[in-house]
């Protein structure tokens, strides 16, 4: 499956406010092999000040942090959601995050890009990062 072109996103001042505001990040597909991109990605977040909350359907521990299972599963509040799943799963995370009910954004990884799931996490009252790194685009605005 191709990614759609992103007309739904955020802008870069809108990601300055987003990280601003971002205290903990979920991060959906966090790999513990250490030469993965949700792994370099889930590190950086960490060194930077941000709470991850690894969500992988195994392990116990990634990057020295509880591993969920699910969004739902995480007992407190969650602001952004990182995904690096492909993109027919980016809806049911989408879901996941409406049901939570305090999700602010909803971020998709580079390559990935689902402009219904972004659409309806937007009308749901989120703000939404499609095809975009969290570690490139925090460094390009704070370091």
């Not at 990601?15 to 971002?22: C, L």
């Not at 890009?113 to 975009?132: H, L, S, W, Y």
Request: one cysteine or more; a negative charge.
């Amino acid at each position: 499956m191709e990614c759609e072109f992103p007309s739904v996103n955020s802008n870069k001042d809108e990601i300055k406010e987003i990280f601003d505001n971002t205290k903990t990040i979920a991060i959906i597909g966090l790999s513990p092999d250490e030469s993965k991109a949700s792994n370099m990605v889930g590190k950086y977040l960490k060194n930077a000040g941000f709470k991850i909350v690894p969500v992988y359907p195994k392990e116990d521990q990634i990057l020295g942090e509880k591993v969920y299972r699910s969004l739902d599963e995480i007992p407190f509040k969650v602001d952004m959601v990182d995904i690096f799943r492909k993109p027919d799963v980016i809806g049911l995370v989408v879901d996941a995050a409406i049901k939570r009910g305090d999700v602010d954004t909803i971020w998709t990884q580079l390559g990935l890009v689902n402009n219904d799931a972004a659409k309806k996490a937007i009308e749901a009252g989120m703000k939404v990062v499609q095809n975009k790194c969290t570690k490139i685009e925090h460094r390009e605005i704070f370091v």
